[in-house]
């Protein structure tokens, strides 16, 4: 199973917003409305930001919000704060019962 | 408050083997699936393998980089879940990570521990 395709990074000034990008194939972001996306600042753990393509857990800011079409899910972070910045991987449950992550986008608040 | 505590992490020589513990308070373990997911240090992450409930059989599936190496397994009498690393390569290293599915037919890994570290180095 290959890992998803995200772009390496991305960059925004505060307050704008930005879209990452997670591809994968037909057997694993296209088959179900199982991706989720997470956040993760050095050091630390990976935080859930998104499940279900586009639910946000409870307590996660209503600036963060999931999409898919086809193959393609994405992320968006609107109104772009500092604390930002930070990795995040897209996730998808596959066809063959396993699971697979994007190999990751470092974002970057100008 | 919801709670997972990895353990069992260290150094090891190639081909040896370690086992990791998983320990989970704050919330109904025994209907959780759970999952180990590992990040080499500076990539990302990359998903080990996973055992589900009873009732889904405690089914168990692995990455195919360590199908056949690792076993996943858990006693809901502990809360615990572990995972049995055989054959240990040096690519292996990582910090380990167990986290979990809250529940059938959803998919976002919402409660992550800490991690442990492993080291497979002579």
Known sequence: ?110 | EVQLVESGGGLVQPGGSLKLSCAASGFTFSVSAMHWVRQASGKGLEWVGRIRSKANSYATAYAASVKGRFTISRDDSKNTAYLQMNSLKTEDTAVYYCTRLPRDYTYGMDVWGQGTTVTVSS
């Not at chain 1, 991987?89 to 100008?110: I, R």
């Open chain 1, 1 to 110: 199973q290959s890992a998803l395709t995200q772009p390496a990074s991305v960059s925004g000034s505060p307050g704008q917003s930005i879209t990452i990008s997670c591809t994968g194939t037909s057997s694993d972001v296209g088959v179900y409305n199982y991706v989720s996306w997470y956040q993760q600042h050095p050091g630390k753990a990976p935080k859930l930001m998104i499940y279900d393509v586009s639910n946000r857990p409870s307590g996660v800011s209503n600036r963060f919000s999931g999409s898919k079409s086809g193959n393609t899910a994405s992320l968006t972070i609107s109104g772009l704060q500092a604390e930002d910045e930070a990795d995040y991987y897209c996730s998808s449950y596959t066809s063959s019962s396993t699971v697979v992550f994007g190999g990751g986008t470092k974002l970057t608040v100008l």
